[in-house]
């Protein structure tokens, strides 16, 4: 299993990290565009193995593609991230071209290749790579969801005072502040809703919490969060190269589902061999209907500043 991650910086490494440490993959290959940085990072993962026990080989290429040549599963972080006070939105200009430049170059060299984009507007880039690429839908991922319910099931475990691991949830919707939609009447704490244990008020301040959760840590770090995002799309990566059947919530390229078209927005889906395998359709009510409507809305206006 040959895992490609193209932007060696921080989500990029923290998912190789994650991937290795994992031991899943046999082969790690990082490339950045900056001279020397992919091969650096590599280098010092590599120092980690014998400290964290994995066998996964991580090679780092400046640029050089064939270096990625029959890559399994392709991971896109390359691109600016977002500062203090910005939207993911604004970064659309400098990431859009990076994006598209680097998915072509990636099938260029692995054909078969099932590629997790992260680069953000990430629900506007997983579209960019469905409209220029030709792959096949199972096979362009958007990474969102899975890193938005992690927040969201932390801020419950916060606010029901119990381990994260008790708290099961999800987010749907588009990965934007706005555009989030944060499932609290389905979340439960070891299988009971938890509305059970907490008032209206408090699930809604848990939902808002999430939603801005991205926001957040820019403003604490000074930059984007790495450790929850490399996490999250190490997460699909090994669905994916295990054939696990895993759910996640995941920007797809819908056609109809939720009542929706021609967008990618994040949905539950099955990830296993085939990549996404199956979109799983929640009956949702009308409140969350309409959110889910209104997210769309926003994903759409985003994708209507690409140039495709
Ligand atoms: P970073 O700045 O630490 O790393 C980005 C790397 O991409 C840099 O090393 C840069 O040299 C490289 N790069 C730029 N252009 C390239 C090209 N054409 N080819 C190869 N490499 C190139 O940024 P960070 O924090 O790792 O974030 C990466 C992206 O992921 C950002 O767009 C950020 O907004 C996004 N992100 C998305 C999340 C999600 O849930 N979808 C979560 C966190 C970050």
């Not at 400290?51 to 593609?65: A, Q």
């Not at 994260?164 to 749907?172: A, K, L, R, T």
């Not at 769309?296 to 495709?308: I, R, S």
């Amino acid at each position: 299993m040959k895992v490609t991650i193209v932007g060696a910086g921080a989500v990029g490494a923290s998912c190789a990290e994650y991937v290795a440490i994992k031991n899943f993959a046999s082969e790690v290959v990082l490339l950045d565009i900056k001279e020397g940085y992919a091969e650096g990072k590599a280098m010092d993962l590599m120092q980690t193995a014998t400290l964290n026990g994995f066998d996964t080989k991580i090679t780092g290429s400046t640029n050089d593609y064939s270096k990625t040549a029959n890559s399994d599963i392709a991971v896109i972080t390359s691109g600016i991230p977002r500062k203090p006070g910005m939207t993911r939105e604004e970064l659309i200009g400098i990431n859009a071209g990076i994006v598209k430049e680097v998915s072509a170059n990636l099938i260029k060299h692995s054909p078969d290749v099932t590629l997790i984009v992260v680069s953000n507007p990430m629900d506007t880039m997983t579209y960019l790579v469905h409209k220029t690429t030709g792959l096949p839908k199972n096979k362009i991922i958007g990474m969102g969801g899975a890193l938005d319910s992690a927040r969201f099931k932390y801020r419950l475990s916060e606010a029901l005072e119990c381990p994260p691991s008790d708290v099961d949830g999800m987010v749907i919707g588009g990965h934007s502040d706005t555009g989030m939609v944060p499932l609290t009447r389905l979340a439960t704490r070891n299988s009971v809703p938890v509305s059970a244990f907490l008032s209206e008020e408090r699930l809604n301040q848990v939902a808002e919490d999430t939603k801005v959760g991205g926001a957040t840590l820019t403003k604490l770090l000074g930059t984007s969060a790495w450790y929850a995002p490399g996490a999250a799309v190490s997460g699909l990566v090994q669905a994916i190269a295990c054939d696990q059947k895993k759910m996640f919530p995941c920007s797809a390229l819908l056609d109809g589902e939720y009542g929706l078209s021609d967008l990618c927005i994040g949905v539950p889906a099955i990830l296993g061999k085939d990549g996404l395998e199956k979109i799983v359709e929640l009956k949702l009510d009308d409140a969350e209907k309409n959110k889910m409507k209104e997210s769309a809305e926003g994903v759409k206006k985003t994708n209507g500043l690409l140039d495709v």
